[in-house]
């Protein structure tokens, strides 16, 4: 049973520690719920957390069923599905459980029980139709330390076709109530950590640099940048040496889980340039969304620098470092990626110059960079991407 279970109100309500899965029921009971819908992934549902899950919910006295039919970049139609099986099974809310991917999915099934019509017309943009419906109960269990999607009001769903992402936001997709079980991440093999990890820091680093005065959102990332700057290093090592359950192993875990929150919390303010090479990534190679920021930060890193010293020096000094200059930081970036197995150059994960040109086209539509702090031209993506590839 938990030793010590944090519970806070901010952004939702957050339950934070080592067992914190053992109040689920008492939170759906709380809630009147009686019959849950586990939304989870191909490969989450067949490992020992998702038994352990559902044990703990039907040792509860509650239903529960599960839709796991969610891979990789999750695309329109496993939204469909899990619409589906939530009213086949009768159930009145939904558990999150997973990464970025299965929580995602859980939002827009949220969305689409009581929104008619296609789940694009809600897409985040100025001729989308607005969410004012009832969104069923929701609350979210992240099983990996990197989008902080259980924590965020929006879900990222890829078209089945053109393999574009789209943004479904509205405050009312923020969870009910989020589980930070570092329990739930202590199997996280050292490369999911790892490429998970860098999602979490692009968001930090973005959210800190993008446009905009957001103070909150400013405290917020750099502190997250301090303590996955520790805690990411600490976590791909405790992995590659087997991931024993030892107390300093759950602790950096959490730290990871609270750090991949805060970057959630603080991209509120907006996100940038890596985010948009990214998005194109994953359209154009169906790469892992944290592979490809953590291969790109520094690329882009390095194109913000200039003009934004203060900014740099505060991120340099966050990660400890004694040189503060902008070049010191994309330095310790490059470092991170080398010492956390994070390849170099896109190349060497299969992306080559015959991508360039539709990689281009797709960053340049992208809704991220605006609020980039330097504007990014069809020209600046393309020397980027020349650069990542290697
Ligand atoms: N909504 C948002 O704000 C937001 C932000 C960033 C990214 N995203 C989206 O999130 C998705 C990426 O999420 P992700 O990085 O968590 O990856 P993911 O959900 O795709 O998971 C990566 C892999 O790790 C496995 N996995 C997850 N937990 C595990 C565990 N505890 N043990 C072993 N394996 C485990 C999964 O099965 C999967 O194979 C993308 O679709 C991206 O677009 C959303």
Redesign the pocket.
């Known amino acids: 049973m938990p030793a010590q279970i944090d519970r806070y109100n901010y952004p939702t309500t957050i339950y934070s520690g080592a067992g914190a899965r053992f109040k689920i029921p008492d939170v759906l009971k709380e809630a009147g719920k009686s019959h849950p819908l586990i939304v989870t ?4 549902s067949a ?1 020992p ?1 998702c038994t352990e899950m559902r044990k703990i919910i039907s040792d509860a006295g509650i239903i529960n069923d599960t839709y796991f039919d969610i ?4 695309t329109k139609s496993q939204v469909t599905g899990g619409v589906n099986a939530f009213k086949k099974y009768s159930c009145d809310s939904i558990i999150a459980f ?7 999915v859980a ?1 827009a099934i949220a969305v689409m029980i009581n929104h008619p019509g296609d789940l694009f017309d809600y897409e985040d943009t100025p001729s989308g139709k607005p969410i004012t419906k009832e969104i069923p109960f929701t609350i979210s269990v ?3 330390a ?4 259980e924590a ?1 009001r ?3 769903v ?1 078209d089945d076709d053109t393999k574009r ?1 789209k ?1 479904i936001f509205a405050p009312s997709l923020m969870a009910k109530a989020v589980f930070l079980d570092p329990e ?2 202590t ?3 050292a490369n ?1 950590t790892a ?2 990890g860098m ?1 979490a820091l692009t ?1 930090l680093v973005e959210a800190y640099l993008a446009k905009g005065e957001q103070p909150l959102c400013d405290g917020i990332a750099l502190e997250g940048i301090r303590r996955l700057a520790v805690h990411l290093p600490k976590c791909v090592d405790f992995a590659k040496k087997g991931n024993k359950k030892t107390k300093d192993h759950i602790e950096s875990r959490r730290q990871m889980l609270n750090a991949a929150m805060m970057g ?1 919390v603080a ?1 509120q303010k907006g996100l940038g340039v890596t985010h948009s090479c990214a ?1 194109a990534l ?1 359209t154009v190679v169906d790469m ?3 592979l490809a920021n953590g291969i790109l930060i520094p690329y882009c890193m390095k194109f913000n620098s200039t003009g934004m010293n203060d900014r740099f020096k505060a991120m340099a000094m966050a990660v400890g470092l004694k040189s503060t200059t902008p070049t010191a930081f994309v330095k310790w970036l490059e470092n991170l990626k080398e010492k956390i197995g994070i390849p170099k150059h896109l190349k060497d994960v299969g992306v080559k110059k015959e991508h360039l040109s539709k990689l281009v086209d797709i960053a340049v539509d992208d809704v991220c960079h605006p609020s980039n702090p330097k504007p990014v031209s069809k020209k600046d993506f393309e020397k980027i991407f020349k650069a990542a590839i290697g």
């Not at 891979?71 to 999750?74: H, L, R």
């Not at 997973?98 to 995602?104: E, Q, S």
């Not at 990197?146 to 999607?149: P, Q, V």
């Open positions: 992934d191909r490969v989450i490992l957390i891979f990789g970049n999750p997973g990464g970025g991917a299965a929580i995602d939002k992240p099983t990996t990197g989008t902080g999607s965020g929006s879900s990222v890829s992402k943004i739930f991440t199997d996280l093999p999911i490429t998970t999602d968001h959630a991209f998005h994953s892992h969304h944290g």
